[in-house]
């Protein structure tokens, strides 16, 4: 009987192991002391949730420290912008929130973890400061505003649409963006830099863009194009664009290039190819220019 | 019969009627059809399927409200002149109550819970027929002020916050757009249960008139009962700016002082700001350079080219706004000529910024010096770690050392320091600094340019030309030094430089003696001399030997007032009109900017000509 019971208890115990959400992530101080904890409410203000509707974001990260170590971490749905968080008791607890990143590296440490970009740097990222605060009886809400942390770069061509639309010699461009801050570390408050290649094309209006977090140093952003045909290289901008982006929150740089004047490539037009064919197929008007 | 004549008699006279009315609508009203519609100067248009109606029309001579339009349909009107007013928000800020307002007496009203932006046109005159589109901008007439505390340490002695925002501007006035400059008090109250950590609260304001006239902010700590515990007021206005986020940060319990003093404002706009650029051509790089991309390693390209004996020269050309690192060591032993030039930038744009850690030197040790043709640094933010350019030892002679368009900021050491075990080992004949600016220099016991004064260890040309030399401490050791052992003929020119030594004391601008050359050749003209002076100590020049010269033209800031110039009768420097702190933008920070463009430096076109645009 008593082996029975033990038994049915060891079953019982799976089982609540089971019922565990398949986005938390593994808090190691909750299920150490499970006694020891407490339910706080976690606000966000209205200027975050305004936000949020526009951008369709409809829940954030939540990520809570005690020391390095993660002691809660959930994807919350936003609702009304009145959260709950379970953390232990008494404790100096530091905590951040993010919405929209495109992935969270190394949750489990403060020092280490990393909110970052998605390939291709194209969420527009929303961060918390990372706030202090103390888990006690007399402490039952912490506010949390989310603001956007990062800039956005667009690259877009100068000439018109019914310009680039009769264009043979490539189908696509690959657009370098160099220098972009793919990833933030709040815990170290360190930034993760790399280069962004975009791909467009016509049903694009040859436009690219990318969001960036803040640029930390003076390494500022730029660009360079790889014009592609069939998927093969066929041209290059000689050097990168004579712009310097220095990417912060909430700043759109914008930069328009002529993609089809060749003072820009890397291989010069010859003097007869330089000139544009055109014609005029169904009352548009192109130009076909030989790369 | 009859009847059915009655019955076709009373058809045709309301036939008659609708076609008489008919034309005269023809006649008597035009269509509004075309609208360029903007918010805060971008083009702005009505999402399909919103229901809004952005467009409140007036008559233009009476003001009276004549129509609420939807921009989704053309629409007609009587014709005439009409005031054409828009908003993306017209429910908010013009409901239905007060929609049939006239025009004049249009207010709206500061939101008593101060959460509603006012973004609307001014009353934009548009007359039939209607044929030129109407354009019309809506323009955000609010800012948000966000007051946060930053204590970390609670004071439960209260429960709530109460803020007490006291705006000058009530309401604005859509005829005129002018605002109503009466004073309003925006209270809200908001409970703390941290006794005022994280405390956070966002007002919705006007923006302010200017910096005087900017919002006065109260903050009153009540307990459980309601009473005050305590107030505790900013000691300045906000200023209030359109579309952006006025954020001030302070301390709620980190004082009993009524009166908060230590606090930050930072303004943050709300919503994305744009920046465009037309990228250029690509830069003309000069024949034979190498350009560094940004992720290039510069010390892999320098060795690459340094090695290869095919290279004549090193020639490196670096983009403009990117940051390049010299590792310890790859320039301690230059072995041929070095040209290390940026890209060109327009004013205010960052310069190819080039780090070098540890010294920079050149040449052998065998007793037969390298002989190169030319150093030369240009368009450069240079940032070395220790003294610049420090031999010993090391022989060489070098035809052309070049500093041209580099800044210097915080130069931890000396420039330049020649040190050598034997005569003529070590030969420059040319040296020339060109618009650049050296600022926060800290010369210790090293001159800027300092030569070894025990071997004869010559710069035979040195040129100083429009640039500045702006010092946190100068000292003795002089921007040149040790010219005591140059043989045969020295010739220094110091043209249109800006000399700033903020450390007063026992300071030395130059110390040129020429006691062992055969001619010695000295140029000091349109400088200006400034900085903090002490009574009775500091020399400007130290001559010797001097066999010609030409020392003219030279200004000093009204105040600054050396022991010695070292300079005879009538080539002193002449005092200005104003100041040092009054002439300058900022001398501290090393923003030499001339204030006053009447002045005699702005005139005469006197020191560094960058400072003079």
Redesign the interface.
Known sequence: MKHLLSMLLFALLLSACSDKENNELEPKHISENPSISTTMKLKLNAASLTAFAAQNVSAIDVFVYLGDSLVFGKNLALGDGNLQIEVPLGESLKTFAVANAGEIIDPESLQKVLISQDVGSQKEIYVSALTTFMSDKTVSTVNLELKRMVGQAVFQPVEAVEELTGITTFDALDVHFNNVVIGYMPGANRFVMDKVIVRTNMATGFKASVYSFPTPDANLGNIEVVYLNEGSEVNRTLRPLSVAIKYESSKRTVVNMPILNPAFLAHKLSASSRSASSGTSSGVTFQEYQF | MKKNILYLFFHVLILASVCGCAKQDAYDSSVVRQYNIYLNGKPWQLNPGISTKPFFIYKDDTGDFIANYTSHYRFSLQNGSYRFVASPMPANLIPDSVLSTNLKDLVIKQAPRADQHVQISAAVLYSSPFEQPLHIDMISRTG?LRLQATD?KSD?SYTTVRAVVTVKRSGYRVIDERYVETPLEVTRSMAT??GG??Y?D?FVLFNTKNEENGVDVRLELLDGTGSIVRTRKLDAPISIFSDSLTLVQFGLNDSEDPMIQKYSVTV??E?????????????SIPEGFT?L???DDINTVYNALKNDNEVSEVKLFL?????YFFANGTLSNIVKPLHIVG?QTAAG??AA?LAIQGNVSMGTNTGTPLKISTIRFENLDLKPSADFFRFRDQDFEVDNVIFRNCEFRDLPATMWYQQSDGDLMQIIHNFLIEDCRFINLNLGSSGLLGLGNRQILPIYNIVFKNSTFHAKTLGTAALITNLNRIDRNLSVTIENCTMVNLAGGDMKFFDLNGANTDAFHLTVKNNLISGNADAGRGTWLILNKVSSRDITNNYYTSGFVLNNWGVLTGEEPVATLLPMAALFEDPIAGDLHIKDKTSEVYLHKIGDPHWLK
């Open positions: 948000r970390t439960r249960d941290r950590v994280n956070t966002d943050l706009p919503n994305w700001t744009e920046e465009e650029y037309d990228a250029e051509e690509p830069f350009v991309a940004p992720d983009s403009a706004g990117t940051s890209q744009q960052p910024t």
